[in-house]
């Protein structure tokens, strides 16, 4: 299910390179959790198709060469987490994901297993396994999704 120190980032993703990052274009965006509850801070938030933005070109581009063998459709996601202790729903994705950590530690529980998913690590959850995510601290991963 992880992978150790498989990606190096050049630069650190944290919360000021995402500010940054968010500043340069518009992307879409949603939340799940809390939000509607008035608690922003203890939901997550999904930035979509970041894939296309020059910043994450060659990371993406990494992910295709290592998980793409039959050139799927694929696209990268950012999800993020201020606080400690925000989950995710727990969910079933009706296709594979690859979620590499950027920031912080994630809980990742399955069915089957769980694994705690750091900067540099990755995870893969099939699809069609049910898994939540659990921030154990404020938290960036992104997501790989492959269709």
């Keep these: 299910m992880i992978q150790k120190n498989v990606v190096k980032f050049?630069?650190?993703?944290?919360f000021n390179y995402i500010s940054k990052f968010l500043d340069?274009?518009?992307?879409?965006?949603?939340f799940s959790g809390l939000w509607y509850e008035e608690k922003i801070f203890q939901s997550v938030?999904?930035?979509?198709?970041?894939?296309?933005?020059?910043?994450?070109?060659k990371i993406y581009s990494f992910l295709n060469k290592q998980f793409n063998?039959?050139?799927k459709k694929t696209d990268l996601d950012?999800?993020?987490?201020?606080?400690s202790g925000t989950r995710s729903n727990t969910h079933v994705d009706p296709y594979d994901?690859?979620?590499?950590?950027?920031?912080?530690?994630?809980?990742?529980?399955?069915?089957?297993?769980?694994a705690i998913l750091e900067k540099g690590d990755i995870i893969h959850i099939p699809k069609g396994v049910?898994?939540?995510?659990?921030?154990?601290d404020?938290?960036?991963v992104l997501s790989y999704a492959l269709f």
């Design 10 to 14: 050049k630069e650190d993703i944290d």
């Design 24 to 30: 340069m274009d518009t992307y879409t965006s949603q």
């Design 45 to 57: 938030m999904q930035i979509r198709s970041v894939h296309k933005h020059s910043k994450f070109k």
């Design 69 to 71: 063998k039959n050139k």
């Design 78 to 83: 950012i999800f993020i987490s201020w606080v």
């Design 97 to 114: 994901v690859f979620l590499i950590g950027a920031h912080g530690r994630t809980l990742y529980k399955t069915e089957d297993d769980e």
């Design 130 to 136: 049910t898994h939540t995510a659990i921030g154990l």
């Design 138 to 140: 404020p938290r960036i």
